[in-house]
Nanobody, 124 residues
């Protein structure tokens, strides 16, 4: 069992940056593909980014490539989402998730564990 806790969300202005963290307990994260998803009010949960177990491979949603980056520190059992040049449409609850299998890292249904989410609100 893996417990994931996101942090770092908040209220920012358009153009600002935020770094979200996802800390894990229960098991080491080094065996898991880690992903970030987000869900805006009234919308479905959508994929943002994912990173392979080693950190050598990353997967981007086309719309976020260039503004968002994902990284991981397996020694700290933590994954990060760096978000730059934030826009009001980035407002959502952001979730991290862990995938122990070999499925498509961009699909939410392939992930085994989820955090509770952290709210990011971007004002214009």
């Amino acid at each position: 069992q893996v417990q994931l806790v996101e942090s770092g969300g908040g209220l920012v202005q358009a153009g600002d940056s935020l770094r979200l963290s996802c800390a894990a307990s229960g098991r080491t994260l080094s065996s898991y593909v880690m992903g970030w998803f987000r869900q805006a009010p009234g919308k479905e949960r959508e994929f943002v980014l994912a990173i392979s177990q080693s950190g050598r491979a990353t997967y981007y949603a086309n719309s976020e490539e260039g503004r968002f980056t994902i990284s991981r520190d397996n020694a700290k059992n933590t994954v990060y989402l760096q978000m730059n040049s934030l826009k009001p449409e980035d407002t959502a609850v952001y979730y991290c998730a862990a995938d122990s299998g070999s499925g498509n890292p961009t699909k939410a249904n392939g992930y085994d564990y989820w955090g509770q989410g952290t709210q990011v609100t971007v004002s214009s």
